[in-house]
């Protein structure tokens, strides 16, 4: 992607990631969150350049870190035509203020725009949302997250407006307009979003006689893969995070019974708080489902952590005591990089080491959705899963095994 500076030159996205090594969080765990910012920013297009990183207790209330290690960014910022500085915390309106001061000397002719984590991931979502529902839940998290935020520098409301251009030079008078625009059509979006609730609602209403299954887990795990190798859903794949922002729902039957198997938005570390607010209402799929499929990548290295942010994050949508069936995705890789797996022995650590959903201590699978190992162990969980809760959900429903026995499995 590339952006306008205030000239009206085109200008590449390069940029700079920053971060805090607190004092708890070992040195390759703070590693790992920048290597996910980086990530980020790929996936919106913009280049990172180099991480920058410094130890402090907490951090610097004005500038985020202290003064020396802001001029040492500001000096590599400068003298590279770096045009994005990523902030892998969330900022305060003042942090933001003071660092876009800090950074955008007035004889510099480029523009330097400072994303802190929710406002990078806001821009992913704004790029990725296909459907009605997703875009105005997506621009209502947008214009939360903006309002206490604008400055004089830029907005992201053109972005919004369809445009790429930054706006330099608004003035304080802009910036009230702009507060008021947007306070103006956050009521309207959520006027907006209310009546898609309730179409949706009624659309839910009739599979009141079909289990639910929903596919959770950290972004970029593989669930759009699994999706379509179970279902044929056709949802997009790709090796970025949040490919999946819209909930795909698609009918399936797995030993004669059906049920109803939707893909919706990976989670991740720090989500924005508007966005998760924003986005509930598509969270319902969640919420409601009768059973999860919890896929975890097995091949990455701090999956447990993973694992622990998807689990407090269905513990705020409120869906923490859902049957779960634990899929750890990509064991073809951790098997290329360190020979064959014990199973078993696998199974007896997770059970004792990680905190487990409802359900989760006994039905963990170890699958390649890639190579299809262990696919059939996979859909024969599943499968006694949906038809014990088809049977508990309905004790008196007669017929379902005949009416479904010819539809392909």
Same mark, same amino acid.
């Given at each position: ?8 030159? !085109? ?25 996910? *910012? ?31 290690? *802001?001029?040492?960014?500001?000096? &590599? ?25 800090e950074f955008n000397p007035k004889d510099r002719e480029i523009k ?7 406002? *990078? ?14 875009? !105005? ?19 992201? *409301? ?20 702009? %507060? ?15 009546? @898609?609730? %309730? ?19 950290? !972004? ?30 698609? %009918? ?23 966005? @998760?607010?924003? &986005? ?109 809760? &088809? ?19």
């Amino acid at each position: 992607m590339h952006k306008s500076d205030t000239s009206g030159k !085109t200008v590449s996205q390069k940029a700079v990631v920053v971060g805090v090594a607190l004092p708890k969080v070992r040195q390759e765990e703070t590693e790992e969150h920048l290597a996910e *910012l980086e990530f980020l920013a790929e996936t919106a297009q913009i280049k990172s350049q180099r991480r920058f990183t410094q130890k402090l207790e907490h951090p610097d209330n004005r500038t985020y870190v202290g003064k020396g290690k *802001l001029e040492e960014i500001k000096n &590599f910022v400068l003298s590279n035509e770096i045009n994005c500085v990523l902030i892998d915390d969330d900022l305060s309106a003042s942090q933001l203020r003071n660092l876009e001061k800090e950074f955008n000397p007035k004889d510099r002719e480029i523009k330097v725009r400072i994303y802190d984590r929710s406002l *990078l991931i806001l821009d992913i979502f704004v790029m990725r949302a296909q459907t009605a529902q997703a875009k !105005t839940q997506v621009e209502l998290a947008m214009n939360q997250y903006l309002l206490p935020r604008l400055t004089r520098l830029w907005t992201h *409301l053109e972005r919004q407006r369809g445009g790429t251009g930054t706006r330099g030079g608004a003035g304080e008078m802009e910036i009230e307009t702009d %507060k008021r625009v947007i306070k103006t059509k956050i009521t309207l979006l959520k006027e907006d979003l209310k009546k @898609i609730d %309730k179409q949706r609602q009624t659309q839910r209403k009739g599979r009141n006689q079909m289990v639910r299954v929903a596919l959770v887990g950290y !972004t970029n795990v593989g669930k759009s893969t699994i999706m379509n190798l179970i279902s044929k859903a056709g949802v997009k794949e790709e090796n970025k995070l949040f490919a999946t922002v819209d909930a795909t729902v698609r %009918k399936v039957v797995i030993n004669n019974v059906p049920f109803l198997l939707s893909d919706t938005v990976g989670f991740i570390r720090k989500l924005p708080h508007h966005l @998760i607010e924003s &986005f509930k209402s598509t969270l319902d799929e969640v919420r409601e489902a009768d059973i999860l499929i919890h896929v975890v990548d097995m091949a990455h290295p701090f999956h447990e952590n993973q694992i622990e942010v998807v689990n407090k994050t269905l513990a705020e949508i409120g869906a923490a005591n859902i049957s779960t069936v634990l899929v750890l995705n990509k064991i073809d890789l951790v098997e290329k990089a360190h020979g064959a797996l014990d199973f078993e022995e696998r199974r007896g650590y997770y059970r004792e080491h990680l905190h487990l959903p409802l359900g989760g201590e006994g039905n963990i699978v170890f699958l390649s959705a890639v190579s299809k190992t262990n696919l059939q162990e996979f859909r024969e969980k599943l499968g006694k899963l949906v038809e014990d809760k &088809f049977r508990k959900l309905y004790p008196n429903y007669q017929g379902h095994e005949n009416a479904y026995l010819n539809q392909s499995q």
